[in-house]
């Protein structure tokens, strides 16, 4: 499956709750009816006043000409779609995004682990966007997170559900890759991954030990964005 995701980041003078309500109220119904689109979903951070964004859209598509078609491709900010819905909902985030500060990217999703049989609503997520080392080309990034950190990740205790996204352009995308932490406890998270704001966190056990220590073999972990949040499934016509 081929995946857009979008970190949003709200307009000057909106609140974190008058940027919900528009979302979730105005937008919404606009977004999952997007030409192409067989799964939609959006993150709702836990501690809104100490995430790096608002929110994150995750838009799933089976044909990559159709998410090009209808979200740009990862180089083109400014697309401007043709598809009727797709159209509509570009010319719809101008009343509330910051689009110019709203990063997002373009991946295939790789099921790394799935404990709950792909049932994601309502869980917690920690999202974290990756960028490599300095002196490190891109290649060589993706074979030393899959083949070394991903076998250490997936048993991070607490993991239900565990997604690495690879960038369908690297050469144009605005990180290395995405990789998705799921949770059905959030307290399982935050021992694991530190809560919003906890860049610095050290945990003291197993394999979510092994995965901190491991990071700094490999990313550059001061331009990594991370989002932790609350799934909520919009739509899913898979």
Not at 21 to 27: F, L, M
Not at 162 to 186: C, H, K, R, S
Request: hydrophobic letters at 35%.
């Amino acid at each position: 499956m081929y995946k857009h995701v979008a970190l949003l980041v709200r307009q000057d003078g909106m609140s974190h709750e008058e940027f919900v309500d528009y979302w979730q109220e105005n937008h919404t119904p606009i977004a999952k009816e997007i030409e192409g689109v067989v799964r939609y979903q959006q993150v709702l951070p836990t501690e809104p006043d100490h995430a790096e964004f608002d929110g994150l859209a995750e838009l799933y598509f089976e044909d990559l000409e159709d998410l090009h078609a209808a979200l740009g491709s990862p180089g083109s900010r400014d697309y401007d779609p043709t598809k009727e819905v797709a159209a509509k909902a570009r010319e719809d985030v101008d009343n509330f995004l910051a689009v110019e500060e709203r990063p997002r990217f373009i991946g295939e999703e790789i099921v790394q682990k799935d404990e709950v049989d792909g049932d994601t609503d309502d869980l917690y997520k920690h999202s974290a966007f990756l960028v490599r080392q300095e002196g490190m080309t891109h290649e060589e990034f993706v074979d030393y997170w899959q083949e070394n950190h991903t076998p250490i990740a997936r048993e991070i205790e607490g993991v239900v559900k565990y997604n690495t996204i690879l960038p369908t352009d690297p050469e144009n995308a605005e990180f290395d890759g995405v990789a998705e932490l799921y949770f059905e406890d959030l307290e399982k998270l935050y021992d694991a991954l530190g809560s919003e704001g906890s860049r610095d966190y050290d945990p003291e056990k197993g394999k979510a030990k092994e995965a901190r220590e491991d990071v700094d073999n490999f990313l550059a972990i001061d331009e990594r964005p991370r989002f932790i949040g609350q799934e909520r499934l919009v739509k899913d016509d898979r």
